[in-house]
C-alpha cells in the first residue's frame, strides 16, 4: 500500500497542479457550456456546429493539460519513464513522492493489470491465475478491494478536472 500511497501523492498533485492553470478553468466552462447544449431534445444546426467546435477544443484542452501524466502511447517501460521525466508537471510530483519515473510507471502499470484481471476474475468467477499475471499483486487487490476501488474513483474524477 505505501507505493499506492505514493500514486495517490503524485495523482493529487498533478491535479492541483492542473486546476491553477488557467486553461483548466476554460475546460470547465466549455465542458458546461456542451453539457447543456447536449441536453437540448432538438438542437439547430448552429447549435450543432458549435457542439463540434466545443468537443474539439476539449480534446484540444485536456490534451495540453494532460502535460505527461497520460503514458498510453509509451510502448515500453523505458519510453514511459522519459516521458514522465520530460514532464515538469508530472516529473517533481513524482520525485516529491519519493518514486524514480520507472517506479512510477512500473506502478502505474502493475496496479493496473492487477486491477483489471481481478474484476474480470470476479467477474467470471475464475480462480485460475494467467501465467503472466502475478498473484502477488492479485492478492494485494482482492485483500484491498475497497480502498482501492476508492482511490481509483477519486483519480478517475481527479483526471476529469472535478
Not at 523505458?78 to 520507472?102: D, K
Not at 483489471?116 to 492478492?139: F, Q, R, V, W, Y
Request: hydrophobic share 45%; glycine share 6%.
Amino acid at each position: 500500500m505505501p507505493v499506492v500511497q505514493k500514486l495517490d501523492a503524485v495523482y493529487r498533485a498533478v491535479a492541483e497542479a492542473m486546476d491553477r492553470d488557467p486553461r483548466a478553468a476554460q475546460l470547465k466552462k466549455l465542458r458546461a457550456e456542451l453539457k447543456t447544449l447536449e441536453d437540448k431534445e432538438e438542437p439547430t444546426e448552429v447549435e450543432q456546429r458549435r457542439m463540434e467546435t466545443i468537443a474539439a477544443e476539449i480534446e484540444r484542452l485536456e490534451e495540453a493539460l494532460a502535460g505527461g501524466l497520460d503514458l498510453g502511447e509509451a510502448q515500453s517501460l523505458a519510453e514511459m519513464s522519459r516521458l514522465v521525466e520530460a514532464s515538469p508537471l508530472v516529473a517533481g510530483p513524482v520525485r516529491r513522492a519519493g518514486l524514480t519515473p520507472r517506479e512510477f510507471a512500473t506502478a502505474q502499470l502493475a496496479l493496473l493489470q492487477a486491477v483489471m484481471l481481478h474484476g474480470i476474475m470476479k467477474s467470471t468467477g475464475s480462480t485460475e491465475i494467467p501465467k503472466d499475471a502475478s498473484p502477488e499483486n492479485l492478492k494485494f487487490v482482492a485483500d484491498n478491494e475497497a480502498e482501492l476501488t476508492a482511490l481509483l474513483a477519486t483519480w478517475e474524477k481527479l483526471g476529469k478536472g472535478s
